[in-house]
T-cell receptor, first 115, second 113 residues
Framework: GAVVSQHPSRVICKSGTSVKIECRSLDFQATTMFWYRQFPKQSLMLMATSNEGSKATYEQGVEKDKFLINHASLTLSTLTVTSAHPEDSSFYIC???????????FGPGTRLTVL | AQTVTQSQPEMSVQEAETVTLSCTYDTSESDYYLFWYKQPPSRQMILVIRQEAYKQQNATENRFSVNFQKAAKSFSLKISDSQLGDAAMYFCAYRIATNKLIFGTGTLLAVQP
């Protein structure tokens, strides 16, 4: 089956620093990638849709200048949390979809802790 | 607006028994997909089963089956012969035309030995 990886799996950073999370499709080309955020014991909330070679589409209430998304190639999308604060601590999950699949393939997630 | 509702925050089932998880959704679209995902403690999202709205036949995957009632906008998941490994958070999800997934709030399933 299709595999999506995320790196790092967990990261701890100081308040005010920026953190980059990578999402890679390992065995298929992902024309579209999605970034989700999940708080403890809660559901996944879509943050943004990333299309290769174009600007990401952010969901209402998501600060585009704080959560920078880049989808520069068909196998890689990155999420950069800029000037991270403790309230940004969460579990971030990416998913990827190729041009023919009817479902999304999820990465294993990244746990971000901002001190 | 599309919404997905899971009214059971927690469920429990005895090993080898059958359990049904409920899901309702709201949409004005006629063509869409519905999914059930499993999220074990590892947090990896695992696709359990998928249903295309235009198909009247309920989807089945081994011990997992759905009861899709399009008119009622209901999409329940039945797990037969429950196993300890089925213990997880289960999310119902609806996919809209733009390929975005909208998730329900989840049901935490415990399997008692």
């Amino acid at each position: 089956g299709a595999v999506v990886s995320q790196h790092p799996s967990r990261v701890i950073c100081k308040s005010g620093t920026s953190v980059k999370i990578e999402c890679r499709s390992l065995d298929f080309q992902a024309t579209t990638m999605f970034w989700y955020r999940q708080f403890p014991k809660q559901s996944l909330m879509l943050m943004a849709t990333s299309n290769e070679g174009s600007k990401a589409t952010y969901e209402q209430g998501v600060e585009k200048d704080k959560f920078l998304i880049n989808h520069a190639s068909l196998t890689l999308s990155t999420l950069t949390v800029t000037s991270a604060h403790p309230e940004d601590s969460s579990f971030y999950i990416c998913s990827a979809r190729d041009s023919v699949a009817t479902e999304q393939y999820f990465g294993p997630g990244t746990r971000l802790t901002v001190l | 607006a599309q919404t997905v509702t899971q009214s059971q925050p927690e469920m429990s089932v005895q090993e080898a028994e059958t359990v049904t998880l409920s899901c309702t959704y709201d949409t004005s679209e006629s063509d869409y997909y519905l999914f059930w995902y499993k999220q074990p403690p590892s947090r990896q999202m695992i696709l359990v089963i998928r249903q295309e709205a235009y198909k009247q036949q309920n989807a089945t995957e081994n011990r997992f089956s759905v009861n899709f009632q399009k008119a009622a906008k209901s999409f329940s998941l039945k797990i037969s012969d429950s196993q300890l490994g089925d213990a997880a958070m289960y999310f119902c999800a609806y996919r809209i035309a733009t390929n975005k997934l909208i998730f329900g709030t989840g049901t935490l399933l415990a399997v008692q030995p």
